[in-house]
Structure formats: structure tokens, C-alpha cells
């Protein structure tokens, strides 16, 4: 199966937006993959204002997260991969998901546990008529 990850962000950015708050992503900015710019990173992370009217070309993909923006009156395109969010929520309220770093569903190795078994009642079901 693929990644809920994408999924969810999404539509925590669409709940965001629908009740007229800001949404923020929190990126760890250290990812290989992320391209940021860097002189906003504190601590290998970044907080990035994706507001619809903050940013162009919004790409919300299973994979990354892409848009062009301006930074200090310069534009950028940014990519945070999907591994790299760590928070999407609202500035004024904080309200959103936060990810665990370490819990991307399609890197676990370990397999589902399996089903509990399911009990049998010794007992057949009684239906009767009821006037």
C-alpha cells in the first residue's frame, strides 16, 4: 500500500484552508532531499507559510511537497519531500497533525500482526417472530 502520510497532510491543508487559517508545514530542513531556503532553518527545521495566497503552484504530491515562493523579496522554488514534514497545522490556533519522524508506513519492515482469532459462541443464534 502506499503511504497514508500524503494523504493526511492533504487533507489537514484542505481542513486548514476551509475554516480561513493559515496552514503551516513544519520540514525537517536536514533531509536530503528538501530544498529550503537555508537561511530560515533553525535547529534543521523550518516553518513554511503554504496560505494559497502565500504561495504559487502548490503541489500537495504523494511523493513531495512543492511550491514557488518569496523569501526575503526573492523567489524560490521549494521541494520538502513527504518524509521530511514533521507538522502540518494552523498558525492561529496550532491545531493539525503532528508525524513522528521515524513513522513513514511504507519504510516499516516489520509486518502486520496478525488477526485476532475470531470466537465461536457454542450457542446457535434464536430468532423468533415478534407481533
Known sequence: ?????????????EWIVDNDLTPHLLVDATHPNALVPT???????IVLNIRP???QALFLGNEDIEFN???SGR??????PVKSVLAIYAKENGRGMVFDKNDDDEDDDVPPPPPSPIKKS???????VVK
Open 53 to 55: 495566497a502565500a504561495v
Open 1 to 13: 500500500m502506499t503511504s497514508l502520510k500524503p494523504y493526511l497532510i492533504r487533507s489537514v491543508y
Open 39 to 45: 537561511a530560515f532553518v533553525e535547529d534543521g527545521k
Open 69 to 71: 515562493a518569496r523569501f
Open 122 to 128: 457454542s450457542t446457535r443464534p434464536q430468532l423468533r
Open 75 to 80: 523567489p524560490l522554488h521549494v521541494i520538502a
